[in-house]
């Protein structure tokens, strides 16, 4: 029988669970991104911060070590919010440059060999492609921000007991929350810089270049104007005060929470509508 003379059909079998099809494509990636040498040794060498931090906690709870010392010094020695804090703000540091050398090769190989129609004539949305792309950055971020930031709490906890537990515990979600964000902003922000550039070297110097151009931005608005509301257009100090908040430590002047929410938003859903504006299988151009 000729080929046009047969009646072809949509699949009508059985489907793979949802979650098994949303995870096949993270599984893979993952297994990519640990074959690449600059991040295995990006992700060893952001280990160490961590290690240091868990190290001035063992010295922090043993005061024996110190005891000769002033007390100046001894305030020093002391685990807290803020200590958390500057773990958060250089972890991030970390993250971001994992999310420049990883992100650009997630899409932009895609659209540079126009695979999408392939992804989405199977069982698999748009939003489905996305939240697996954002699933493998989410994975391999996991590993150096709230993943060591909950076992550094839980060393703190352990050693200082369960008076200094019932005074912070607060701190554990608010470690949790506030890199997740920051996963998702640096994931998004990373995609869509793939999605937009199809070198993936320019594509991971756009991912830098959104942070300090927006720092840059926002520091000239706050000088020309002579205001403090610019500095909503920098990621970074929006994270800072969200920080501070989630950590129950005295936000700097001059941010509003709601606001720093409200900005952290605003970017979040342009950059959801730039991944839905490129993540097209097919697009008519007249």
């Known amino acids: 029988m000729a080929v046009y003379k047969r009646g072809y059909h949509r699949y009508q079998g059985p489907l793979t669970p949802h979650l098994t099809r949303l995870l096949a494509m993270p599984r893979f990636a993952w297994q990519r991104l640990f074959q690449q040498r600059l991040v295995v040794i990006l992700l060893a060498v952001a280990f160490l911060w961590p290690l240091l931090c868990g190290a001035f906690i063992y010295l922090a709870n043993h005061s024996e070590l110190w005891a000769g010392l002033d007390q100046g010094f001894k305030n020093i020695l002391e685990v807290n919010g803020k200590f958390f804090l500057i773990f958060m703000n250089i972890q991030s540091v970390f993250a971001l440059l994992l999310a420049s050398l990883a992100g650009p090769g997630l899409i932009a190989p895609d659209l540079a060999n126009n695979a999408l129609p392939l992804y989405f004539s199977r069982p698999l949305s748009r939003l489905d492609y996305v939240l697996a792309r954002v699933a493998v950055l989410a994975g391999i971020l996991s590993l150096v921000t709230w993943l060591p930031g909950i076992v550094l709490f839980g060393i703190q906890a352990g050693m200082a007991g369960s008076t200094w537990f019932a005074h912070n515990w607060l701190m554990a979600p608010g470690i949790i929350a506030g890199f997740l964000l920051w996963i998702l902003l640096v994931s998004l922000v990373a995609l869509a810089s793939s999605a937009y550039v199809k070198w993936r070297v320019i594509a991971g110097a756009l991912v830098m270049a959104f942070f300090f151009i927006l720092a ?36 700097p002047q001059g941010l509003d929470t709601l606001d720093c929410v409200s900005a952290l938003l605003a970017i979040l859903v342009l950059l959801a509508l730039v991944l839905e504006r490129k993540l097209r299988p097919v697009e008519v151009i007249s």
Do not use: Q
């Open 216 to 251: 840059g931005v926002a520091e000239m608005i706050n000088g020309i104007l002579r205001v403090t509301w610019g500095s909503l257009l920098n990621p970074g100090k929006v994270f800072y005060h969200l920080w501070c908040v989630m950590l129950d430590i005295d936000p």
